[in-house]
């Protein structure tokens, strides 16, 4: 049975780093599109990053650019999202997302924004970021 599970969230102050996991199981994370999207309280769920298996290929939103990190362990056939220099702007529930390869040719906002349409979501993990 396929299934993703997130792990990793919690409460973090301002400034402060979080590392989600994701682990896959029942199938390989080989020739997928493997992010995150996460949904804040009262807004629009959001992508925030997404890693091609296939080249390695990493994009993510102008929101967590330079901050958060996608990488993939493949040995573990799991997926992390390191963030650091987090912001109460940050809260939300965070979920490990899976799709098809290839991705089309289009800007970075637009490869992160097919997340949403991902056909494959962990339960998700919540990150509080508060002092």
């Known amino acids: 049975q396929m299934q993703l599970v997130e792990s990793g969230g919690g409460l973090v102050q301002p400034g402060g780093t979080l590392r989600l996991s994701c682990a896959a199981s029942?199938?390989?994370?080989?020739?997928?599109?493997i992010g995150w999207v996460r949904q804040a309280p009262g807004k629009e769920r959001e992508g925030v990053s997404l890693?091609?298996?296939?080249?390695?290929?990493?994009y993510y939103a102008d929101s967590v650019k330079g901050r958060f990190t996608i990488s993939r362990d493949e040995a573990k056939n799991t997926v992390y999202l390191q963030m650091n220099s987090l912001k109460p702007e940050d809260t939300a529930i965070y979920y490990c997302?899976?799709?098809?390869?290839?991705?089309?040719?289009?800007?970075?906002?637009?490869?992160?924004?097919?997340?949403?349409?991902?056909?494959?979501w962990g339960p998700g993990t919540q990150v509080t970021v508060s002092s």
């Open positions: 997302v899976l799709g098809p390869l290839p991705l089309p040719k289009v800007d970075e906002a637009h490869i992160v924004r097919l997340t949403l349409d991902f056909g494959s």
């Open positions: 029942g199938f390989t994370l080989d020739n997928t599109a």
């Open positions: 890693l091609s298996s296939s080249d390695g290929s990493t």
